[in-house]
């Protein structure tokens, strides 16, 4: 009888283990269409629509037309991660990614259990229920357009997702960069809301998410820049991880933050090797830039 308590405690904790390390990726690939970007983005839009999802937003990262985004999120997601207070509503916008190469589409989308977990980091389990059921449905509502729904884009750790970081010594989720500091949660808006619309810095707003009661706002910003915004470093790192854009500002009550590039680009491009990322050294301080400027 010891022998069988002492198996069953052993296969417990096993178990328990196997959950801990199991692997992730960012990405889930859905499949290849033989048609144009165009039609194959008219198709998602209306299947994300079919089953209640909130499309937020579209835009061709670099310029390319061969390149598409579909930011959208669904109204239990939206009201559930504002409850986190910590920058949760980062995670509320997830991102279908399209690409054309080859007379065929390949459409992709980020995995919403990866970014989840690593933006709620500890909250996530509270809500996992939640966010089960929302990928069920997402991959339901997609299920018309592809049928492969395969990992891709490198693997983490489940367990190590909530505290992330590429290296050692470099910056985690819980090292942001403030952008500015407002007088009131008003001002921020107006002022950033203005500087989108002229396209200051040679960006274009995506994308808005507000919540106006929690006074806390996201913004999806392309980055147009030709020197040194998509097009110049998303052909570096890989433009099959296109559901990684675009990149985001929030702003939570009077202060604008945004993720450090060293955190938020190698969480998306997790398989990156070091070469590789030199060879983008300056793309974070250029991201920080431009979003510092959208905030003046």
């Not at 589409?105 to 059921?133: E, G, H, M, W």
């Not at 707003?205 to 097009?231: H, I, N, P, R």
């Not at 590039?261 to 301080?285: D, N, V």
Request: aromatic share 10%; charged share 20%.
């Amino acid at each position: 009888m010891k022998n069988y308590i002492l198996t069953g405690i052993a296969i417990v904790i096993f178990s328990f283990n196997a959950i801990g390390q199991e692997d992730i990726s960012p990405y889930i690939k859905v499949g290849e269409r033989n048609e144009s970007i165009q039609q194959v983005s008219q198709k998602v839009v209306a299947a994300l629509k079919e089953n209640a999802f909130m499309v937020l937003g579209t835009y061709n990262p670099s310029h390319k037309s061969s390149l598409k985004v579909i930011a959208f999120t669904n109204s239990k997601l939206k009201n559930t991660v504002i409850k986190v207070s910590d920058r949760g509503a980062l995670a509320a916008v997830i991102k279908v990614g399209l690409v054309q190469k080859n007379g065929k589409v390949t459409v992709s989308y980020i995995n919403p259990d990866y970014i989840l977990r690593a933006y709620l980091r500890d909250n996530y389990n509270t809500y996992k229920s939640t966010f089960q059921q929302f990928s069920a449905d997402l991959k339901k509502a997609l299920a018309g357009i592809g049928n492969d729904f395969t990992p891709f884009g490198g693997t983490v750790k489940a367990d190590k997702l909530k505290k992330y970081h590429y290296k050692i010594m470099m910056p985690y989720f819980s090292d942001p960069i403030t952008l500015k500091e407002f007088s009131s949660f008003e001002e921020g808006l107006k002022v950033i809301q203005h500087n989108l619309k002229v396209n200051k810095g040679k960006t274009k707003l995506v994308y808005k998410l507000l919540y106006t009661q929690q006074k806390v706002a996201v913004f999806g910003v392309a980055l147009q820049s030709k020197e040194d915004g998509e097009s110049y470093f998303l052909p570096k790192i890989g433009e099959s991880h296109v559901a990684a854009l675009p990149y985001e500002i929030i702003l939570q009550g009077k202060k604008a933050t945004m993720l450090h590039g060293k955190y938020r680009i190698a969480l998306h491009w997790p398989e990156l090797s070091m070469g590789t990322f030199m060879r983008i050294m300056s793309t974070p301080g250029d991201i920080e830039d431009t979003l510092e400027g959208l905030c003046e």
